[in-house]
């Protein structure tokens, strides 16, 4: 399962996470928030891209990340 970390524009409350699934949502301290974790193909990528754009949040970047460990053995390790 490939791995992706999403940045949107401004902060979002914990009441949203229950619309991104299985990712992680993290508000960062320049007030960004970064979704990170598993995205199963690319039609649940696009479905996302879809949720984001339909709420009206503000897309910053999206990227594909390669060498992160198995996230199904509960590793916090992201280097």
Do not use: A, C
Request: no cysteine.
């Amino acid at each position: 399962m490939d791995v992706y970390k999403i940045r949107i524009k401004d902060h979002l409350e914990d009441y949203w996470k229950h619309l991104f699934d299985e990712m992680t949502l993290v508000n960062l301290e320049n007030g960004e928030v970064e979704l990170f974790g598993p995205i199963e193909n690319q039609d649940k990528l696009f479905d996302l891209l879809t949720k984001i754009r339909d709420l009206n949040m503000t897309l910053i970047s999206i990227d594909h990340l390669e060498n992160v460990p198995d996230l199904e053995k509960g590793s916090n390790d992201l280097e």
